[in-house]
């Protein structure tokens, strides 16, 4: 077993590497011996652990600890030392507001955090149930006896592969003034309202308005008046006839209703009086995310026993049935997993938006952590206690969102 | 021409009695929609990265690259754009636009192109040929037209990503052979602090990681990226769930034949964790590729960006470039799409059985 990675077939490329990796181990081996000798094998863990707890201790503990004390420190130096001690006044400068509902009250520092603290809000409590649905709706699908399952599947999640800037580029390219959407919205407009004045669109519309008249009536009706009327279709086409007759013998019908105003292309991210950034923002994230909740999801709807929806068909349970009683309390575990994933990662959003809109138009779609970048890495005054304090806030509330998932998977287990 | 029992033998695989029904068809729909909503973008945009300067500019809907044709006149100077002139009696010509009069235009026949006469403008419609320009790809690469210090960024982002990787393995591989092998006080707390650590969100720790980083020395160097991503609470605990199936008798079975500890770390434990090694590996090579937020904050002078970071410099810089930057997110998007395309079942299936990210 020791020779495992020398394989058998000699020649191979596997055999160099296995050859190369044997000897950079048997490099190391002295070294690891001559501690092993100083301090007896079973010691030897803490050894192995040694670098990874290292690091961990470094920058992530530390840092955490770290934050609190920076942030009770004012000025705009980053060595601790010259850092004077400034008590609550960061706090006080991000929580003094006359109403929270209306940053403007606010003091500067204030302002920026009560701003971005509302849309972040805003955007996750938005972006995570569509962003749900959306990936529910897609697992469901997937999760049928469909043909090529991985592929879909792939397909769904290639977007998460793609790193935030390359989707902000290429949703900002999409999103342009002068951009691929309005280009073709516009021709969109154009297209239909040529296609409006053709008979085409008469004889349509004619058997679309019978079909939909005629079921409605039927659904209306009387049962003695139902039975003598025709079928729907009968009536569509009917009416598509009529209206034949009026093109070719009298003046073809028009539609001026119909016609769509000539489409002006809309500036997506920029327009500030329009909610369309944050729509965006919204669209472009949960563009980016979906697949891997979708995979997730998927997973758990296929850790659900078979022989469940079998017993189910045989007592004759219809299929939306099933979906309320079977699938949907199983899946429970795994979708308070998501939830609770989805919403801590909604309230951590900055990469995409950031390159996307800058958090513009104005501050439409500025979110907390750009605010905590900003407030300490940006601009002439690094305000580094302010964004601790900030940090301070924030971890807060992720707290918060934390316990909420363990109490909730608590009370199922439970349950 | 597919009759409708071919087209339901094509889709519907025979589901119980029911056979394919409208269900199916609505599913399928749903797919094929959702599809176009992923892939068309990004396929736009790449096809896109070889259009020209000017296509991209005047926003041309055309998913290919046309570029209006363009002649040299015959007596030398500026090319001239090609457009096809329309007669009232419906003849068609190929003219070469000289000047614009007004309502009229001023051209000549390519055929006889010592004779200019005026047509109206209304007559012309501009001649289009399919051009694609690679010219995009090179420039900023091999180039020097553009200030996308492409072939630096690359290097940072690959010597980064390859570095961190391997720091990554191997780190949490001992980490996790120590928690999975080894019977020793404060393991448990240890696996605790671990856990501890999955809690701390990145994005509340910036001011004071940043300051750490700094303090080392580490601001504006590839290192201060790399270090604080090394040591991965995921990657330990996947390698770990892995190793504990590895049964504790191949160990022993080594140290009776005299095997030091880390001989049978790296010749016995590695060799047979390597389906753990691989997946943290390809997630490892993803997270370091696409890393924004970190590297932004280390990361000030154009010498040390990344890919990533020169991207979105980039983006904001210059609006006139679009042709450039298309070109530059298809070659960063292109490792991790090629990674993907070649390891999809690894990641998906990864990812599904450990729900990590």
Excluded at chain 1, 40 to 63: D, E, I, K, Q, T
Excluded at chain 1, 115 to 141: K, R, Y
Excluded at chain 2, 65 to 92: I, S
Aim: hydrophobic share 55%; proline share 6%.
């Amino acid at each position: 077993m020791a020779n495992m990675p020398q394989t058998k077939e000699t020649g191979s490329p596997f055999r160099l590497l296995g050859l190369a990796w044997a000897l950079l181990g048997d490099v190391l081996d002295p070294v690891f011996r001559a501690i092993q000798k100083h301090i007896g094998a079973h010691r030897m863990a803490y050894v192995f652990l040694l670098p990874n707890l290292l690091v961990f201790g470094l920058f992530s503990f530390w840092p955490m600890v770290l934050n609190f004390y920076i942030a009770f420190t004012g000025g705009t130096s980053t060595l601790l030392a010259e850092r004077p001690f400034v008590g609550l006044e960061n706090f006080r400068e991000l929580l003094a507001c006359p109403d929270y509902f209306d940053p403007k009250t606010c003091p500067v520092a204030g302002y920026s955090f009560w701003t971005s603290l509302w849309n972040t809000l805003f955007f996750a409590l938005l972006q995570v149930p569509i962003m749900i649905v959306v990936a529910l709706a897609t697992a469901l699908v997937l999760n049928r006896d469909i043909r090529a399952r991985g592929f879909w599947r792939a397909i769904f999640f290639y977007p998460v592969m793609l790193s935030p800037v390359v989707i902000a580029v290429i949703w900002d390219w999409i999103l342009k003034r002068r951009g691929i959407l309005n280009a073709l919205l516009s021709d969109a407009v154009d297209g239909w309202n040529a296609f409006v004045k053709t008979p085409v669109f008469t004889l349509a519309f004619a058997f679309v308005i019978g079909v939909v008249v005629a079921s409605l009536l039927r659904a209306v009706l009387p049962k003695g008046w139902r039975a003598r009327m025709r079928s729907p279709l009968h009536i569509g086409v009917l009416m598509a006839l009529a209206a034949f007759g009026m093109t070719m013998f009298g003046s073809p019908p028009q539609f001026p209703a119909l016609v769509l105003a000539d489409f002006r292309p809309i500036n997506w991210l920029v327009d500030g009086r329009s909610g369309w950034p944050m729509f965006w923002a919204i669209f472009v994230y949960t563009w980016g995310h979906l697949g891997f909740y979708m995979l997730i999801l998927l997973a758990g709807l296929q850790a659900i026993p078979r022989d469940l929806y079998e017993a189910a068909e045989m007592d004759g349970t219809p299929k939306w049935r099933q979906l309320w009683r079977i699938t949907l309390p199983l899946l429970t575990p795994t979708m308070i997993v998501v939830v609770v994933l989805s919403l801590i990662r909604a309230f951590q959003v900055f990469d995409e938006i950031y390159v996307l809109t800058g958090g513009g138009p104005g501050q439409a779609t500025k979110m907390i952590v750009q605010h905590i970048y900003e407030t300490a890495f940006t601009g002439d005054a690094k305000r580094y206690g302010v964004a601790a304090a900030s940090s301070v806030l924030v971890a807060g509330i992720l707290m918060l969102l934390t316990m909420l998932q363990l109490v909730s998977t608590k009370k199922k287990a439970g349950g | 021409m597919m009759t409708s029992t071919d087209f339901s033998a094509f889709f519907g695989r025979k589901r119980g009695r029911n056979g394919f029904d409208w269900t199916d068809a609505l599913a399928y729909t749903y797919l094929v929609i959702g599809i176009l909503i992923v892939l068309l973008p990004v396929v736009w945009m790449a096809v896109s990265s070889v259009k020209s300067q000017a296509a991209l500019g005047e926003n041309d809907p055309r998913i290919l690259p046309y570029d209006q044709a363009l002649v040299t006149p015959p007596n030398g100077g500026r090319p001239l754009g090609v457009f096809t002139l329309t007669r009232e009696n419906g003849t068609v010509e190929e003219v070469a636009l000289v000047a614009p009069r007004g309502a009229n235009a001023l051209v000549y026949a390519l055929s006889k192109p010592n004779e200019t006469f005026e047509v109206p403008r209304k007559s012309l419609t501009r001649k289009d040929v399919l051009q694609p320009h690679f010219e995009n790809y090179t420039d900023p690469t091999i180039g020097q037209a553009s200030t996308f210090k492409f072939l630096r960024y690359f290097w940072n982002s690959t010597f980064v990503t390859v570095v961190a990787t391997l720091l990554t393995l191997l780190t949490n591989a001992m980490a996790a052979f120590a928690l999975s092998k080894y019977k020793f006080r404060g393991r448990d707390a240890i696996v605790l602090i671990i856990v501890a650590t999955l809690l701390i969100p990145p994005t509340v720790i910036l001011v004071p990681l940043f300051i750490t980083v700094q303090s080392f020395g580490l601001f504006n160097s590839l290192w201060g990226v790399i270090i604080p991503a090394v040591a991965t609470p995921t990657g330990v605990f996947l390698l770990r769930q892995y190793m504990l199936t590895i049964p504790d008798e191949l160990l022993e079975a080594a140290r009776m034949d005299g095997a030091s500890e880390w001989k049978i770390f790296w010749r016995i434990m590695l060799p047979l964790a390597l389906p753990a090694l691989a997946v943290l590996a390809i997630l490892s090579v993803i997270w370091r590729w696409n890393d924004f937020m970190w590297p932004l904050i280390v990361l000030t002078q154009s010498e040390v960006f990344t890919l990533q970071l020169g991207l979105s410099t980039f983006k904001g810089e210059l609006n006139d470039n679009m042709h450039y930057l298309l070109a530059m997110t298809v070659l960063t998007l292109l490792p991790v799409t090629l990674v993907f395309v070649f390891l999809q079942k690894h990641i998906t299936t990864g990812i599904a059985n450990t729900g990590l990210k």
